[in-house]
């Protein structure tokens, strides 16, 4: 059973950082792919980035240029570093394991303007 449990959430005004982890454990974490997601109140869910086995990486529209996601395959760890942030990146972050559809528990980010 794969177990993925997300850190770093908070609150941080627009314009700051946070980085999240996602610690993921039950299954080859190299040979996988993960994603990050997120939601907002009153919104689907929506993609925010993915990160192949070999490194190769993927963003949404909306957060290019401004998060990045990255892996540490010793560690099985997954992370996003978000940077510039705005209000309307006020969500809960979901962290995806893609290959099972297993989701963690998700991480609140609120941003302040």
């Known amino acids: 059973q794969v177990q993925l449990v997300e850190s770093g959430g908070g609150l941080v005004q627009a314009g700051g950082s946070l980085r999240l982890s996602c610690v993921v454990s039950?299954?080859?974490?190299?040979?996988?792919?993960f994603a990050w997601y997120r939601q907002a109140p009153g919104k689907q869910r929506e993609l925010v980035a993915g990160?192949?086995?070999?490194?190769?990486?993927m963003y949404g529209d909306s957060v290019k240029g401004r998060f990045t996601i990255s892996r540490d395959n010793a560690q099985s760890t997954v992370y996003l570093q978000m940077n510039s942030l705005k209000p309307d990146d006020t969500a809960v972050y979901y962290c995806?394991?893609?290959?099972?559809?297993?989701w963690g528990q998700g991480t609140q980010v609120t941003v302040s303007s």
């Open positions: 995806n394991h893609v290959a099972s559809d297993s």
């Open positions: 039950g299954t080859f974490f190299e040979a996988k792919t």
């Open positions: 990160i192949q086995s070999g490194g190769s990486t």
